[in-house]
């Protein structure tokens, strides 16, 4: 596995369009998450986060503070995370892991209210479980159902 030195989290900038627009997915990965371009959608309730390294974004994700975050837990200063993903061709290199350990920082600066990081992850997406089960996510024992079956809700505490 290559090393990772610097990756740092930022709120998705219009500049990015491009390389947005040819972010690729396996389709074994496409059918657990949804592609960036599909996410970009901003309010004040819906925040698209670039995964960055060395000022080249290479991952993306969303964090909601709508009523849906309602859905997964009870908590009201919880964040949702969905639509996490690294680019293809950048996955293997530790960018996931890095950006999920950054997420805590981040959210601590940004948002400085939020206590919790709720998301959901398919029952069949082992690796992905245990991507996020390294840096720390538990499994709260509530389940959902979802477009490709079985969603495990996962939680950190901040």
């Given at each position: ?101 950054q997420l805590p920082i ?53």
């Open positions: 596995m290559i090393t990772v030195d610097k990756v740092e989290l930022q709120f998705y900038q219009s500049e990015w369009y491009d390389l947005i627009t040819d972010y690729h997915l396996p389709e074994e990965q496409v059918r657990f998450t949804a592609l960036p371009i599909e996410m970009l959608e901003i309010s004040h309730e819906r925040h698209p986060i670039m995964i960055v390294s060395n000022h080249v974004p290479v991952g993306f994700f969303v964090l909601h503070t709508s009523d849906r975050v309602k859905e997964y837990t009870d908590n009201p200063n919880a964040m949702l995370l969905t639509a996490f993903s690294v680019n293809h061709s950048q996955q293997g290199k530790g960018y996931a892991k890095k950006g999920l350990e981040f959210i601590n600066r940004e948002f400085p209210n939020c206590d919790e990081i709720v998301l959901s992850v398919n029952k069949l997406n082992v690796h992905a479980q245990k991507v996020y089960e390294r840096v720390g996510y538990i499994d709260t024992g509530r389940r959902r159902p979802g477009k490709m079956g079985e969603q495990l809700i996962l939680s950190l505490s901040l």
